[in-house]
């Protein structure tokens, strides 16, 4: 292994395939850092949306990009916790218009190249797990360990609604199903790095699986990598 820290272990696919969840906590176990990379792209469309840019525009998305400063913090829960131009957005960055925003602002290449450097300079060293769409195709195709998490639209949209209803916020199975099959469109087939398994992930189906049981296999993969 060539990093001072660790390996690079990229886990891509969807939103609402346990990706987060299941990356923190490997990460928890094995002593590494966490970087949510969707963040940064939310992050990007929170300043797109605050400066009333218009998202299509891929000029105006780019001079936005190319203004964030992005500091990233270790946290004892494994998590890199970012603060953008001084500031960290914390909740803000989980509204839906906010998502929303992010899936059509990342459809740029230009300002999709800026994040991916961030992205980059956070991974370097190793010992680090990046989530997202792109990370073993694109950002780390070099990663020692690929894993890209699938489940049906259906079970990722109820899985949020019992995410929301634990916040004790209400939530409509309908729309939330509509707004993840959207978003699964666009990210999809974008031409700019879709997201699609790298030729090399290890893909797993997680609509049947618990949580602890993706852990596992994600650490099985792992220890393959090592041993
Ligand atoms: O994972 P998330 O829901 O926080 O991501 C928000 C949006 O950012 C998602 O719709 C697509 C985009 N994204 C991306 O294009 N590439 C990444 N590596 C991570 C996220």
Same mark, same amino acid.
């Given at each position: 292994?060539?990093?001072?820290?660790?390996?690079?272990?990229?886990?891509?696919?969807?939103?609402?395939?346990?990706?987060?969840?299941?990356?923190?906590?490997?990460?928890?176990?094995?002593?590494?850092?966490?970087?949510?990379?969707?963040?940064?792209?939310?992050?990007?469309?929170?300043?797109?949306?605050?400066?009333?840019?218009?998202?299509?525009?891929?000029?105006?998305?780019?001079?936005?990009?190319?203004?964030?400063?992005?500091?990233?913090?270790?946290?004892?829960?494994?998590?890199?916790?970012?603060?953008?131009?001084?500031?960290?957005?914390?909740? &803000?960055?989980?509204? *839906?218009? @906010?998502?929303?925003?992010? =899936?059509?602002?990342?459809?740029?290449?230009?300002?999709? /190249? $800026?994040?991916?450097?961030?992205?980059?300079?956070?991974?370097?060293?190793?010992?680090?797990?990046?989530?997202?769409?792109?990370?073993?195709?694109?950002?780390?195709?070099?990663?020692?360990?690929?894993?890209?998490?699938?489940?049906?639209?259906?079970?990722?949209?109820?899985?949020?609604?019992?995410?929301?209803?634990?916040?004790?916020?209400?939530?409509?199975?309908?729309?939330?199903?509509?707004?993840?099959?959207?978003?699964?469109?666009?990210?999809?087939?974008?031409?700019?790095?879709?997201? &699609?398994?790298?030729? *090399?992930? @290890?893909?797993?189906?997680? =609509?049947?699986?618990?949580?602890?049981?993706?852990?596992? /296999? $994600?650490?099985?993969?792992?220890?393959?990598?090592?041993?």
């Amino acid at each position: 292994m060539s990093r001072l820290k660790g390996l690079v272990v990229a886990i891509d696919g969807t939103a609402g395939t346990g990706k987060s969840s299941v990356g923190r906590a490997v990460a928890q176990q094995l002593g590494y850092g966490f970087l949510s990379t969707g963040g940064l792209y939310r992050a990007l469309a929170y300043h797109v949306f605050a400066q009333h840019v218009d998202a299509a525009d891929s000029q105006a998305v780019l001079s936005v990009a190319k203004r964030l400063d992005f500091v990233f913090e270790r946290q004892p829960d494994a998590t890199l916790k970012m603060w953008v131009n001084g500031e960290y957005l914390g909740n &803000k960055l989980n509204l *839906d218009e @906010v998502a929303q925003t992010a =899936s059509k602002a990342s459809t740029h290449a230009a300002a999709r /190249a $800026v994040l991916t450097e961030k992205m980059r300079q956070a991974g370097k060293d190793g010992g680090i797990i990046l989530e997202g769409r792109d990370i073993g195709t694109v950002v780390f195709p070099d990663a020692e360990v690929k894993i890209y998490l699938t489940a049906a639209p259906e079970v990722r949209a109820d899985r949020r609604v019992k995410q929301l209803q634990a916040q004790g916020v209400a939530a409509d199975y309908g729309q939330i199903l509509a707004s993840i099959k959207e978003r699964d469109l666009r990210d999809s087939t974008r031409a700019a790095s879709p997201l &699609k398994p790298a030729p *090399d992930a @290890v893909q797993i189906d997680t =609509s049947h699986m618990n949580m602890q049981q993706v852990i596992d /296999a $994600v650490i099985k993969e792992i220890n393959k990598y090592a041993a």
